[in-house]
């Protein structure tokens, strides 16, 4: 029988040490796959469609390495979000909610709302942009519908679970990811432009705007604070983790020699996670870097692009309308998932900051208000879109730079925390993503 010591590790007998290196198997490590793809709808929102057609429009494939330098940028973002909440079983918002006072808690509850309600709009307009484009129905309905759609969503996350939750938003990852990838096949890029285009280089002031949209972009608060919360409760809901808790509460020495120590659970799971990060974002990624190559390869130099109204009426002349219908459906799909996420991630920010349990129907209903009435006003849409990034980008630095403080710390991640380089690199990536958002919000403001 093998005894545990400090920390639950295993302290003598080899079954215990191949046990905490043992790597989890290729049918055990499916099951542990789903949280990335649920954070990975922020990347593929209705709000990335514009910029990835308008770069290919205008400039071709000039613009590839940015998106491959974004989403790079992101694995690495989003890796240490799930990372805190699998080794501190805690989210990033609960932990933020520990360390502030309740005046500062309830400040940065604010901010971070503002966000997740600008988040909501965004999202649900693009469902509604989506079904008018396929079906004629009118904005503010098609607002009402996405947002009811997106309640059945949550509704599944309530009454199924987690699991179950991840496997509908994967679904309609599947989907859009066909939809917005379908005109490929169709009319295929120039290979040779393409890897051209992974040479970093612009070609003047649009450009250089127009990157820096598509990388201030990049990561959105509500992923970094959804993904830490999904990532914990998988940690919560693991049936090892559950038992070794009851066991070591009991004190049942023979019992506990059968289980997992705490150790090769965080492991395992941190190994699941790294495989669940970079899949999830090799598909977002994928699909930004797809719609900027079906731009590339069929609508140079074509205007009214930077409008998702736009751009689907320039696929449908360019590629036909059985491409502009698969578009739009992936739009929806986009919509809707992102729409159910957006809710999600609100009501877990309210959870850890307020420390009030707010069911995701409720919070679903709540900001699905200032969307129709935005939606119902006849604001255009495009411009409404842009405000609720502009609304994102002040609350970047605010989910950035507490989650790389956090990850470096040993008292709090142990053996897990930021090694040195990975610091060094995680804290240049939060500057130049801080620093492009306070350059697109001034672009924004200025005109």
Not at 80 to 87: C, I, N, R, Y
Not at 97 to 108: H, T, V
Not at 175 to 203: E, H, M, N, Q, Y
Request: glycine share 10%; aromatic share 6%; with cysteine.
């Amino acid at each position: 029988m093998r005894a545990l010591g400090r920390g639950g590790a295993a302290t003598s007998g080899r079954p215990g040490r191949q046990a905490g290196r043992r790597r989890p198997g290729a049918a055990r490590l499916v099951t542990l796959l789903g949280p990335a793809f649920v954070a990975a709808i922020a990347y593929v929102d209705p709000g990335n469609v514009a910029a990835n057609l308008t770069a290919g429009a205008r400039f071709g494939y000039l613009l590839v390495w940015v998106l491959v330098a974004a989403n790079a940028m992101a694995v690495l973002v989003q890796y240490l979000s799930a990372k805190l909440g699998v080794v501190t079983g805690r989210s990033l918002p609960e932990l933020l909610g520990e360390r502030l006072s309740r005046r500062g808690r309830i400040a940065y509850w604010v901010q971070a709302e503002l966000v997740a309600m600008a988040t909501d709009v965004a999202e649900v307009i693009g469902g509604a942009i989506a079904l008018h484009l396929l079906f004629g129905v009118p904005l503010a309905l098609g607002g009402v519908i996405t947002g009811v759609v997106s309640m059945v969503v949550l509704s599944v996350q309530q009454r199924r679970g987690q699991r179950v939750f991840e496997s509908v938003v994967t679904s309609m990852l599947v989907v859009l990811t066909v939809g917005f990838c379908a005109g490929l096949f169709f009319s295929p890029p120039d290979l040779g432009a393409v890897l051209g285009g992974l040479v970093p280089r612009l070609a003047g002031p649009e450009s250089v705007l127009l990157a820096a949209s598509m990388l201030g972009a990049t990561v959105m608060p509500h992923a970094i604070y959804l993904h830490s919360s999904l990532a914990r409760d998988r940690v919560r809901h693991d049936a090892r983790v559950r038992e070794l808790r009851r066991l070591t509460s009991a004190r049942d020495d023979a019992a506990l020699a059968t289980v997992e120590a705490p150790a090769a659970t965080v492991r395992r799971l941190l190994a699941a996670t790294r495989w669940d990060v970079v899949a999830a974002l090799v598909v977002a990624g994928g699909v930004n870097i797809a719609m900027l190559l079906l731009a590339a390869a069929n609508l140079p130099g074509r205007t009214g692009t930077d409008t998702i109204e736009g751009a689907h009426a320039a696929i449908a002349s360019s590629l036909g309308p059985a491409v502009a219908v698969l578009f739009g459906i992936g739009l929806l799909a986009s919509g809707l998932a992102s729409s159910s996420v957006g809710a999600y991630a609100g009501a877990e920010i309210m959870s850890g900051l307020l420390r009030v349990r707010v069911s995701l129907l409720t919070r679903r209903l709540v900001t699905l208000v200032p969307a129709i009435v935005l939606l119902a006003t006849g604001i255009s849409p495009t411009w409404l879109l842009v405000v609720s990034q502009v609304v994102l980008s002040f609350g970047i630095p605010f989910a950035m730079v507490p989650l790389v403080r956090l990850t470096r710390e040993a008292g709090l991640l142990g053996r897990y925390r930021n090694g040195v380089a990975t610091q060094v690199v995680a804290w240049a990536v939060a500057a130049v993503i801080v620093a492009l958002n306070v350059v697109l919000l001034w672009l924004t403001l200025t005109g």
